[in-house]
Structures are given as structure tokens and as C-alpha cells.
């Protein structure tokens, strides 16, 4: 049989066609289902393939006081990113970029540490570069493949150290609080609040970053800048309005004494925090772009503690203050009037078991009502008066008065201060019998195991202001619950506390910062320190009629011991200020002295073993060192 | 008489490969980052030039003194592929293998490819002789013989690719000498048995299924039982076997059963190809704008993944007028065999059709990994001196075959 007849052939030709066909059909249908059913899939895997994102920032949103007032804001500024596709191209660019930008090793390290936390993403080396340097870049840019210039909005403080410990400041989210998602919605790269009101309302401020897309080859080199995928623009932050009068709060920080340490805050009676201020301040736009090792090491490192905020997140004994304290609780339980005088006269002192008790005037006072023992400070009604009352009485209506809790502020973190829980306290550190009455001396008189916050001891002028009635202090005009506590005074007693108050400036210990345009109220104070520097209180409301501001301070370590003149008179300029306005200001150069009411010695304060705080990184405040 | 004019359909297709061939190779070379491709379609032209005095020289070339000569390349092509065991060099990104004659440092060749044709010519010239087709496996052992020897060769370079192009060409002829397709498959059956004996369940289902045919089929007693033994030797040896294989080797088989298992390695050019194809979708993102291509994500444009380029840049459509045009091709040369005005001609028109269809088939199904990857060009698309050549050299004696029998006055039966 001839295979190669023409009928054979055609017969083979037709099965040769069909197999071709058929095969031919095969190949179609694969290209089929790769291109076009399954395209968007392929789409997709082909954009990951040369498309990286590169985060935009948001602006944060600002920041206003309760007129509007800028207290933080965005400007345009610019951050330098290098893109390389592995560590040593990385290190390479970097030396090529030390030539044009000079940068120090420490940043060097920052930017390959950021690398290796996200490869696949430019990482930063200037997060806050001048135009200068923009354009000094722009001019090398040939020499610089991968770098990476983006306009970003920038965090600005305009009242720099005035506003610090209020705003706080931003930085970079790093990657264990994002372990620990302590900044829910943030990614790497990202700013966040690092302290102040820019921590505690961060998730408002913060916005939503948006995405740009470069371009990159199968080396991961960038290849193409600008116009590789549409950007998703980023979402502004929402500016939050506080409390804050901005124009107080700058004129605090005009007056504020160089080289002294200590905090003020004011508020409305409403809880409305006007001012707060802490000294020594920093300046929170150091920390725009990253803050620099030097800077950060200086800030850290002082003895100083400048990051601090003394208002919130320091402790001190409140000395005289709690004497109001002592009396609210006297009034309250019946045990006293305003008009009550106590059995033993100030004579300078007073005997207690085989110990003498100085009053801290040691000609004495003579026979005083309470209304005068409290606008003379006097220290020898008042420890009788703590006899009367009973340790476990002060204790435990102390609490009732807040004076073991946070104030619950809307600013974080706030430390807790030290109040003893009843007198097992006592027999827990002591023994049942390690401990006499004579704690409860110290007590009344506001020293011993008894430490206070400014904003706390504030809060508690705030309720005597407010006829004995208070309210959470808060920063940002926003609903959240507000706590009110009610000292349970009947209203003679609340106003009888007013005129002694009154009577402190009229004619006690504060008689120096009378005011001709308003009664200013309210309560000297020192606390003792071994190293014989005492923390010099005031505590007062103005004006006292009808109170419109309620104000803490206090000074650290102050020379001298029984200076005439006080904390008070600086209370008064801040009150004047705020009541009837800049114009009527005295150029009067104040002096910092210490009050006169100082407790007659140190009393001791074992080191204490209270619930752990919650203190900010830099950890205890340094107040006066006790033994 | 039809008069005296070449054949105008398989010209013109063939001319149209060619541009849209050279087209998409000037496209490959067009990347955003500086890639080997850049400038390769200059250099291709100057081999289309040199395709094209070759393909005239076959044209001239009767079919009788390509008869002669076949015996002659054959030989030639042996010592040569034998040579380049010896002095062989690699290329590119199979540095490692020996598949080019060079002097001097100058890579002049690849032997693999002149072979393809001589065993074209080889087994036209066996195949012919003969009065009838062979109907038993001794008969079909001279044939597999002459595919054998090359496909060894070139196996041991190794160069997996080429090597299967001669067992391409082997069943193509056989079919077309017409060997009855049972005596085929029974012959590609230890292949079979081999790549079922993966597992155990599928290797016991094909050597029943094997044992049923055999039945069905009844040929020599004899061979049946040695085919059935060979299977059954397949399955024991198939794990040795594979341990002899080249890693990577290996790598590609398993890569071909699932790319994902090794994405950046072994696995990473199967998926690109496939993710360069897909993104392409109906219409492409145009020519020489397609990104996988242009960011150097797509391994090897100019040369294995040529076609990929196509899907990337000009779609789905694009890919179907390519495919559509070689099928137009493969049409015509299935004609052009059938009314060849002798059996050596039909045989070598068909011989050509074998080669250049494994190798469009073996390429366009691996860049959507249908087939697994092995280096193997696309006609006319690829970037090959060498494989151009033997293209050109197949393709004029096809033309030449078609214009003889035009005028040989052949009549349509």
C-alpha cells in the first residue's frame, strides 16, 4: 500500500489539520484565561510588582486656645527620603549624600535601622530639611538615584517653650508602640503625639496618611518619582479647641523667674484649664523632624528635667494648703466654727508627749479663732485641731476630698499622688507601735506621708472656690464626664472658709499681693526640704467675691526661709493679668522669696512604698529628698 | 500549470511573522533600565538578512541533491554536536551548559539547531525509500535511531529544550510516513509510564489502561510484551532517574506543576511570564509600553519570553493574530506536503512543520505555563542566529517543495 497516494495523504492532512487546530485552540484558551478572565488578578500582581507605596503625611490637626488662638499649626516644610534596594546601596547613597547634606553617624544608623523596619520603603534621613538643603539636593540629584523629596506639612509651635508641657510634643511611631498598638491607625513612619495634648488627643490630631506610588525595577531601584499610580491623598486631623487662654499662658511664661523650677495652673472655676505651666520648659519644635541624639540627651540628662510637666506629673508635700484641708474637715464634722479657739494659745509651740512642736512664727500668735489661725498659718491650732479631729478621721475624709486620686484631667500621665488609705497604713510600715500621734501633728499641718500634684491641690482650691463644690479640671471643650464632688459644707461654712481665705491677703501671710482692683483669696504655703531650699506654695481664687480664676503655683527650692515677700505676689500678677487685662500691668520687678509660714523643721518622710505611678520617661520628680 | 509563481500565502505570513517578530523585539529592547535586549533587533536584522540569502539558496536547491546530500549533513551534524560536547561553551543565562562552537572567543553556533534539520533531511530520505510504512516497533527502530542519536547529544549539553524538538520531529515524520498512531502512542508509552509513576495509583492505572489498549490493539505479540516490560521498568526507575536529573532541572519540572512553590527562585520566571500575560488583558498596555517589561521584570524578552511580550503589550488580541498567523502557516505547510510531487519532499515539508511547531508550541505554552519552561526560542519572535538560520534553510526547501510541485502540474486529488 503506497502511503504516499494522494488519498492517503489527504486522509493524514485532514488529521494533521486537527491536531493543529486543536492544539493551536489549547494555547488560545490558555492566553484566554490569563488575560482575560483572570486579568484583574494579574493587574494587581503587576502593580505590586513595581509599584511602592510611599506614605503622605497628614497634617496634624491644630491645636487652639478657647479664643481660637494658634497654640500648635502646619507649615510647609519638606522631608528627604532615600530609596535603595538593599542595605549596601543604602550605605552607599548615604556616604554620596554626607558629601552634599552633612549628616553625623548617629543619623546614619537611625536611617539603615529604618530601613531594615521597612525595606520596601523609602527611608527617612531629614524629616525637617530647610529649602536650602532642598535645593542644595535637587542640584545633586543625579548623584542620588532614589531620593525621595516630599513637600510634607510641618508641626509648629509658635509659643515654643511657652505651651511645651501643655502640647508636648510628636516623633516618629515606632515599631514596638505599634507592637503594642498604642497608636491604633498609625503606621510605620508615622507621626504621633508623644506627650502633652499632641499624645492625649492623637487620635484626633493624627488624620490618615495617604499613599503616593514610585515606580520600581525587578533590582527594587526607583525608576519613576512621580505619576506611576494616582496618590490617595492623605486625610487632615482635626484640630481640637482647648481651654487654654493662650495670651495667660504666654504672660505665665513672660514673668516665670530664670533658673527656678516649678508649676502653675490656672482654671475657671467651671474646671476650664486656663493656663498650665512648668518650668524649666524646652522647645517642642526641636522634636519636628526628629529630634537630634545631642538634643534629646541634653533634655534627658539635666538634673533639671525640663521634659517634666511639674503640674501633672510631679509631688510635693502641700504643706500649709492641706490646712484648708484640715479645716473643711473640722467644719464638716461638727468638731469646730470658724470662731472656735483651741485650748492652748500659740506661744511658738506646742509640747506633745516628750516632743516640742514649733510654730513656724516663734513669738507665737497668742489665742486665734480658726478664722485667724488659718489666715496667720498658724501651726499650733492646727495640730491641736488634727488631735481633735483624729488621724483616722483626717484620713479618711481626705479621701472623701479626692486627695488620694488622679483629678482625672484629660492630659496623661498624670501622677497619683500619696495619701495614706486609713491608719493601717501606718501599722503596715511602722508596726502597730511604731508610730505616735505625732503623725497626726504632721498631718494637720499638711507634711508627712501626704504628697500632692499641683492640678491636684488646685482642683481642691477650685471646690473651696466653688462654695465647696468641685469639678474635674479638663483641658479640651469636649463632652466627657465630669465628676463633682461635694465637700458636704453647709454654705456659712463655705463662706466663712472664703473670708479666712481673704483674710490670708488682707491682712495674713500673703498681705503683700493685695490687688487694689480685686480681692484675690487664698493660702501660702512652704514645704519643707532637708537641704534647707523650701518649695514655696500658693493656692487662691480671684476674685474672691465671685471667682472667676482659680490658680495653683508652686516654686521649687527657694532661698531663704523667712523672706517677707512670697509666691503670692506672682498669683496676684497672673490673676490681674487674667481679670483686668495686660494694660494695667505694674512694671514691678518681683522678687522670689520663701513664705514665712514654713513648718518650724523637716519633718520625716520614710521612703515611701505607695502603688507604683505612672510617671513620664524621665521618672520621679525631684522634689525636696527626704529621709 | 499554475504558473510559475512561489507560494504566495505561506510568503506573505511569513513576512508578516517576521515584522511583527522584529517589532516586538525592538520593543524588548526598550526598558527603563539598561537590559541585554537593548539593540537586538539591529543584530536580528542582519541575521534576517543573512535567513533570507539562505532560505534563496534552499530555494534553488533541488530536493533531489538535498536527497543525496542528507546522508552527508546527517554525518556533519554528529561530529559537530559530538565537537561541541567537547569544546562547547555556554551563553548567557545557561553559562553552564555546552551548546555553542566558538573559535577565537566568537560564539559562531549553536550545532543543535543545524541538526534539527539534518535530521529533518535524515529521517525524509529513510522514511522514503521505503515502499511501505513501517507497521511493527522493529521497523520504527532505524528511525528512532536517527532522532535518537542527536536528541542523546544534545540531551548530555544539556539542553532539555532542543533535545525534545527532535522527538517533535521524529513523530511528526512518522505519522506523516504513515505509521498508524496506536504503534505511536504505544512508542511514546514508557514516556508515559515514566512521568505517571509519580504516584503509584496513576502509574497502576496507566499500565492497566496500557494492558487494555495492548488487547485492543493486538500487535506482534512479541512487542507487545517488551512494550508492557518497558513500561513496567519505567515505573521502578522513574525516582532514580529523577535523582540524576540536574537540580535544576528538577526545579523547572516542579516549578512547572506549581510556580508559587519557589516565587523568587526556580519559579519566579514562570510567574512574571504569567503576571506580564495576564496584566496584558484585551488590548495590552501598548507596544513598548508594557511595565513588566520596560522595569526588567520579565526575564529574557528578546529571546525565551518574546512572546510574553506581545501578550504584555498587545493583548489577548495581539497574541491571537500571532497565534492565528503561524497556524496560517502550519496550514499551508500541511498542504504544501500533501501535494509535494514526491514522498522525500512531503516527508521534509513535514519534517519542517514538526520542528517549527514543537517550537511554537513548546515556547507560547511555556510563557502561560502550559508547558514547563526549558530555553527554547519562538521562531521569528526570538532573538538566535542560529535557530533563524535553520528556520530560513527549512522554510526554502518548503517554498522550493511547494514551487515544485506547482510545477510538476500536480492536480488536486
Not at chain 1, 114 to 121: E, G, L, M, V
Not at chain 1, 340 to 355: A, D, V
Not at chain 1, 523 to 537: D, I, L, P, R, Y
Not at chain 2, 339 to 349: H, I, K
Amino acid at each position: 500500500m503506497n502511503e504516499f497516494h494522494p488519498a492517503r495523504l489527504q486522509g493524514r492532512a485532514a488529521s494533521a489539520r486537527w491536531v493543529l487546530v486543536l492544539l493551536f485552540g489549547v494555547l488560545i484558551v490558555a492566553f484566554f484565561r490569563t488575560q482575560i478572565v483572570q486579568h484583574e488578578r494579574f493587574q494587581l500582581r503587576a502593580q505590586g510588582n513595581r509599584l511602592r507605596a510611599v506614605p503622605l503625611t497628614a497634617p496634624r490637626g491644630a491645636i487652639l486656645d478657647r479664643n481660637g488662638l494658634v497654640i500648635a499649626e502646619n507649615v510647609p516644610g519638606y522631608s528627604v527620603k532615600l530609596f535603595a534596594s538593599s542595605r549596601d546601596s543604602l550605605s552607599a547613597l548615604l556616604t554620596q549624600f554626607q558629601r552634599i547634606v552633612p549628616i553625623d553617624s548617629f543619623q546614619i544608623e537611625e536611617v539603615l535601622q529604618r530601613y531594615r523596619a521597612s525595606p520596601f520603603q523609602p527611608a527617612l534621613v531629614l524629616g525637617d530639611a530647610s529649602f536650602q538643603v532642598v535645593a542644595q539636593l535637587e542640584e545633586h540629584r543625579s548623584a542620588l538615584p532614589g531620593l525621595v523629596i516630599q513637600a510634607e506639612p510641618k508641626r509648629q509651635y509658635p509659643d515654643s517653650s511657652a505651651v511645651a508641657h501643655v502640647v508636648g510634643y510628636v516623633g516618629e511611631v515606632t515599631e514596638s508602640d505599634l507592637s503594642q498598638n498604642k497608636f491604633p491607625g498609625a503606621a510605620l513612619g508615622g507621626i504621633v503625639g508623644r506627650a502633652g495634648l499632641e499624645q492625649q488627643y492623637d487620635s484626633i490630631l493624627r488624620g490618615t496618611p495617604g499613599t503616593r506610588y514610585i515606580e520600581v525595577d525587578n533590582r527594587g531601584r526607583m525608576v519613576r518619582e512621580e505619576g506611576a499610580a494616582p496618590t490617595l491623598p492623605p486625610i487632615a486631623g482635626r484640630a481640637i479647641r482647648t481651654t487654654i487662654d493662650l495670651p495667660l499662658q504666654e504672660f505665665i511664661d513672660s514673668i516665670w523667674p530664670v533658673g527656678v523650677r516649678g508649676a502653675v495652673v490656672a482654671m475657671t472655676p467651671q474646671g476650664q484649664v486656663l493656663a498650665m505651666y512648668s518650668a524649666p520648659s524646652f522647645d517642642p519644635n526641636d522634636f519636628i523632624g526628629g529630634i537630634s541624639g545631642s538634643r534629646w540627651r541634653e533634655l534627658t540628662t539635666d538634673p533639671a528635667r525640663p521634659l517634666l510637666n511639674r503640674a501633672i506629673q510631679a509631688r510635693y508635700p502641700p504643706g500649709s494648703p492641706f490646712k484648708l484641708a484640715m479645716s473643711v474637715i473640722a467644719l464638716k464634722k461638727g468638731i469646730v466654727t470658724i470662731n472656735s479657739h483651741m485650748g492652748i494659745p500659740c506661744r511658738g509651740g506646742l509640747q506633745f508627749g516628750n516632743r516640742y512642736f514649733r510654730c513656724w512664727k516663734r513669738e507665737g500668735h497668742g489665742s486665734l479663732d480658726l478664722l485667724g489661725a488659718i489666715a496667720q498659718s498658724c501651726d499650733v491650732y492646727f495640730y491641736q485641731l488634727g488631735l481633735r479631729v483624729g488621724l483616722p478621721t483626717i484620713l479618711e475624709e481626705g479621701i472623701r476630698l479626692g486627695f488620694e486620686d488622679r483629678t482625672g484631667i484629660d492630659l496623661g500621665p498624670e501622677i497619683a499622688p500619696i495619701f495614706p488609705s486609713s491608719t493601717a497604713y501606718f501599722d503596715r510600715r511602722y508596726g502597730p507601735r511604731g508610730w505616735t500621734n505625732a503623725t497626726t501633728l504632721n498631718f494637720a499641718i499638711g507634711q508627712g506621708e501626704n504628697t500632692q500634684s499641683v492640678i491636684g491641690m488646685t482642683r481642691f482650691y477650685q471646690g473651696l472656690a466653688n462654695g465647696g463644690v468641685e469639678v474635674t479640671p479638663y483641658i479640651v471643650e469636649r463632652p466627657s464626664k465630669q465628676v463633682v464632688r461635694n465637700y458636704g459644707l453647709t454654705e456659712g461654712q463655705a463662706l466663712d472658709l472664703r473670708r479666712a481665705l481673704i483674710q490670708v491677703v488682707v491682712a495674713g501671710t500673703a498681705s503683700r499681693s493685695r490687688q487694689l482692683e480685686f480681692q484675690l483669696a487664698g493660702k501660702t504655703g512652704t514645704a519643707q526640704n532637708t537641704s534647707g531650699k523650701n518649695h514655696g506654695w500658693f493656692l487662691g481664687f480671684a476674685p474672691a467675691e465671685q471667682p472667676k480664676i482659680v490658680i495653683g503655683m508652686i516654686m521649687e527650692s527657694l532661698e531663704g526661709e523667712h523672706g517677707g515677700a512670697m509666691v503670692a505676689p506672682y498669683v496676684g500678677q497672673i490673676a490681674r493679668y487674667f481679670l483686668v487685662g495686660p494694660d494695667s500691668m505694674l512694671k514691678v520687678p518681683l522678687r522670689v522669696l520663701v513664705p514665712e509660714d514654713s513648718a518650724p523643721r523637716p519633718l520625716e518622710l520614710r521612703p515611701d512604698s505607695g502603688p507604683p505611678v505612672p510617671s513620664p520617661e524621665p521618672a520621679a520628680p525631684p522634689i525636696g529628698r527626704r529621709r | 500549470m499554475r504558473g510559475l509563481t512561489i507560494d504566495r500565502t505561506l510568503v506573505i505570513t511569513l513576512l508578516l511573522l517576521i515584522i511583527f517578530g522584529v517589532l516586538n523585539l525592538y520593543s524588548a529592547g526598550q526598558t527603563d533600565v539598561p537590559t541585554q535586549a537593548i539593540g537586538v533587533w539591529k543584530r536580528q536584522l542582519v541575521w534576517l538578512v543573512i535567513g533570507g540569502i539562505a532560505c534563496y539558496v534552499m530555494f534553488r536547491t533541488s530536493p533531489r541533491l538535498l536527497e543525496w546530500a542528507a546522508p552527508w549533513v546527517y554525518a556533519f551534524a554528529l561530529l559537530l554536536l559530538a565537537v561541541t560536547l567537547v569544546i562547547g561553551t555556554g551563553q548567557g543565562t545557561a553559562a553552564s551548559t555546552r551548546s555553542w562552537i566558538s573559535i577565537g572567543g566568537h560564539q559562531l553556533g549553536q550545532p543543535a539547531e543545524l541538526a534539527k534539520v539534518a535530521v529533518v533531511l535524515m529521517l525524509a530520505r529513510y522514511l522514503s525509500s521505503r515502499r511501505e510504512a513501517p507497521i511493527s516497533m522493529r521497523e520504527l527502530i532505524v528511525p528512532c535511531l536517527i532522532a535518537g542519536i542527536p536528541f542523546l547529544l544534545v540531551l548530555k549539553q544539556p539542553d532539555l529544550g532542543s533535545a525534545l524538538v527532535f522527538i517533535g520531529i521524529l513523530f511528526a515524520m512518522l505519522f506523516w510516513a504513515g505509521v498508524r498512531p496506536y504503534l505511536l502512542i504505544l512508542l511514546a508509552s514508557p514516556v508515559v509510564s515514566l512521568l505517571a509513576a509519580f504516584t503509584t495509583w496513576s502509574w497502576v492505572a496507566w499500565m492497566v489502561l496500557l494492558t487494555v489498549l495492548l488487547l485492543i490493539w493486538r500487535p506482534f505479540v512479541f512487542e507487545a510484551v517488551f512494550i508492557w516490560m518497558v513500561n513496567a521498568v519505567m515505573g521502578f526507575i522513574a525516582m532514580p532517574l529523577w535523582n540524576r536529573l540536574a537540580p535544576y532541572q528538577q526545579n523547572r519540572l516542579l516549578t512547572f506543576l506549581n510556580p508559587e512553590i519557589d516565587p523568587q527562585a526556580a519559579g519566579y520566571h514562570a510567574i512574571q511570564s504569567k503576571v506580564a500575560i495576564g496584566s496584558g488583558g484585551l488590548m495590552g498596555n501598548g507596544w513598548l509600553e508594557g511595565p513588566q517589561k520596560r522595569l526588567a521584570f520579565l526575564p529574557t524578552p528578546s529571546t525565551d519570553f518574546a512572546f510574553t511580550v506581545v501578550g504584555e503589550e498587545l493583548g489577548f488580541i495581539g497574541v491571537t493574530i500571532a497565534l492565528v498567523l503561524f497556524l496560517v502557516v502550519f496550514m499551508t505547510m500541511v498542504r504544501i506536503a500533501r501535494r509535494a510531487s514526491d514522498p522525500f519532499s512531503s516527508l521534509l515539508v513535514f519534517g519542517i512543520l514538526g520542528m517549527l511547531f514543537t517550537h511554537v508550541w513548546e515556547n507560547v505554552g511555556m510563557t502561560v505555563n502550559i508547558m514547563p519552561i526549558t530555553g527554547i526560542p519562538l521562531p521569528f519572535f526570538s532573538y538566535g542566529g542560529s535557530f533563524l538560520l535553520a528556520c530560513a534553510l527549512g522554510l526554502g526547501m518548503v517554498l522550493r517543495v511547494a514551487w515544485d510541485s506547482r510545477m510538476s502540474g500536480y492536480i488536486e486529488a
